[in-house]
């Protein structure tokens, strides 16, 4: 009896094979203690460099918040909660976008370069989830918009303004921005990845299917929580010079 009322107001039962819930488990948690860590040290810097520690604390606290719901979605149902994800990225990536500008800002970084990334990550991010959860057939088709959407995004920051501007910045700040550089390349990459496995297309012969949300949550994992740490470290080292 209590473990019907448990079962039906508090928690879905979790199967200890269930690896997928494993992660957003874990996820969920890494997210919240990386937001506390961020917030408890704000006070340790100077208004320079706060704004910027503050955004990455909001990125894992967004997540946190998105991670509670995904978990509960996932053991309710045993399906990608899709949505959740998508919102949760509209309004994390932005911030990462936004995590760049303030850091180049000191090298005169315009609002033009900014607008100019959120506008790309926006194109990427809602054609990816037509691709993923409103016309699955021409996934592959979206995909590929999108895949062009993170080129774009990539290519400003490794070649084009961003990364002359980082050049003149120089020091902590250039060293801090060649690492996010090397996020965005590489741990970003795994979510294409991710959203190949879990669609079809011409490479599901080749990658076969998996899971879709073990992808996400690793990359989340080492994206939202590695970029914020970029930027908590460039603070720390910025303010002893
Ligand atoms: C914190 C969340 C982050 C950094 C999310 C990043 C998401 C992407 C870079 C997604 C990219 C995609 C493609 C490049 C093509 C396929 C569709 C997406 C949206 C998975």
Redesign the pocket.
């Given at each position: 009896m209590l473990n019907t009322i448990l079962s039906s107001f508090l928690i879905a039962k979790m199967l200890p094979t269930d690896y997928v819930g494993f992660t957003f488990f874990v996820g969920c948690m890494a997210m919240m203690a990386a937001s506390a860590f961020f917030f408890l040290s704000l006070n340790q810097f100077d208004k320079k460099w706060r704004t910027s520690v503050l955004v990455s604390g909001l990125?894992t606290f967004i997540?946190a918040v998105h991670y509670f719901y995904m978990r509960d979605y996932w053991t309710s149902f045993q399906e990608s909660p899709t949505f959740f994800r998508?919102v949760?990225?509209i309004l994390?990536?932005p911030l990462?976008c936004l995590e760049f500008y303030l850091i180049l800002k000191v090298a005169g970084a315009k609002q033009g370069l900014l607008w100019k990334m959120i506008f790309y990550?926006v194109i990427?991010?809602v054609?990816?989830?037509l691709?993923?959860a409103v016309y699955p057939q021409s996934a592959q088709t979206?995909?590929?918009i999108?895949?062009v959407?993170?080129?774009a995004?990539a290519y400003e920051i490794w070649l084009g303004s961003a990364s002359k501007l980082a050049k003149d910045a120089g020091g902590n700040v250039l060293a801090a921005h060649k690492i996010l550089c090397w996020f965005?390349l590489v741990?970003?990459?795994i979510?294409?990845l991710?959203?190949?496995l879990g669609t079809d297309g011409w490479y599901t012969s080749i990658l076969g299917k998996g899971n879709v949300d073990v992808a996400?949550n690793i990359?989340?994992a080492i994206?939202?929580i590695g970029?914020g740490l970029v930027i908590y470290t460039l603070a720390v080292k910025s303010q002893k010079d």
């Open positions: 990125i997540a998508y949760d990225w994390t990536v990462m990550s990427m991010l054609t990816g989830y691709g993923e979206w995909g590929f999108s895949g959407a993170y080129f995004i965005v741990g970003w990459a979510y294409p991710g959203y190949m996400y990359a989340d994206n939202k970029f």
